[in-house]
């Protein structure tokens, strides 16, 4: 059985590394993880968050859908995914990742201005001004969320 504290200290050595700025580190040290542990979905889903900021949303997607075939009720996992969907143009999936990321944590602000967003390019109006609204309400300091909002009133 693996020693669930190293690859704690490695997620948090990873996790530090690629806040940091520091992708490639972070990248073997998340790749170091799944090698002790194959099971680890945060570290497969921090993996495509790598993927995506090297532009890459093919294989963000599958390693973003193999961390939520280890835990599907990892809601951030979710709402990266909607992310990845919405940059290869597949806004309804991308709605329902988001959509699914709010049902597993209705506190996810982010995945509740997302769905706005979604909603809004599906000219949704009233419901993507009810999800910016919830997110706002969520982190009303949020100058994202604020200017998504005013953008939908205007």
Not at 72 to 96: F, K, M, S, V
Request: proline share 4%.
């Amino acid at each position: 059985m693996p020693d669930m504290t190293s690859t704690q200290s490695m997620f948090d050595a990873a996790v530090a590394k690629h806040q940091a700025g520091d992708i490639g580190a972070a990248a073997q040290l998340y790749r170091a993880i799944i090698d002790i542990e194959p099971d680890n979905a945060e570290a497969l889903h921090m993996l495509g968050i790598i993927a995506q900021q090297r532009q890459n949303p093919e294989l963000a997607l599958r390693l973003m859908d193999a961390a939520l075939a280890k835990n599907p009720n990892l809601a951030l996992a979710w709402c990266n995914r909607a992310t990845i969907l919405r940059a290869l143009n597949r806004r309804d999936e991308a709605l329902q990742s988001a959509e699914k990321a709010i049902a597993i944590d209705p506190t996810m602000a982010d995945g509740w201005d997302m769905a706005g967003s979604l909603l809004r390019e599906q000219d949704k109006l009233q419901e993507s001004l009810a999800h910016h609204a919830r997110a706002i309400e969520l982190q009303p300091e949020n100058l994202r969320y604020r200017s998504n909002y005013t953008v939908l009133l205007l």
